[in-house]
């Protein structure tokens, strides 16, 4: 089993920054990629951004390819999110997920490709 943990979210006027952190434990050598993923109200669940966990090869959803980066740390066994240039539309509950399966990008941003799932954390942004 592998446990992971959201934090770093919170309130922010648009063009602003936020680091999310997702904190990994438990049988975190069995993690084959990492990934992003966000809800809004009414909406569904949808990709944000992907890694993977030994060669850290990175994967973006067009909505914020260039604006935010996705990292990790292995030895903290931690995930980050830089997000830049926040828009109101960023607005949502962001939710880490991790998979065990060598898995091709586009399986990825599926969210059912996904073993563990975080709680989630708030992210809102003011214009």
């Known amino acids: 089993q592998v446990q992971l943990v959201e934090s770093g979210g919170g309130l922010v006027q648009a063009g602003g920054s936020l680091r999310l952190s997702c904190a990994a434990s438990?049988?975190?050598?069995?993690?084959?990629?990492m990934g992003w993923f966000r809800q809004a109200p009414g909406k569904e669940r949808e990709f944000v951004a992907a890694?993977?966990?030994?060669?850290?090869?990175?994967y973006y959803a067009d909505s914020v390819k260039g604006r935010f980066t996705i990292s990790r740390d292995n030895v903290k066994n931690t995930a980050y999110l830089q997000m830049n240039s926040l828009k109101p539309e960023d607005t949502a509950v962001y939710y880490c997920?991790?998979?065990?399966?060598?898995?091709?990008?586009?399986?990825?941003?599926?969210?059912?490709?996904?073993?563990?799932w975080g709680r989630g954390t708030q992210v809102t942004v003011s214009s």
């Open positions: 997920a991790a998979t065990r399966q060598r898995s091709s990008w586009s399986q990825i941003t599926i969210p059912v490709t996904h073993d563990y």
């Open positions: 890694i993977t966990w030994n060669i850290g090869n990175t």
């Open positions: 438990g049988r975190t050598f069995s993690i084959y990629a």
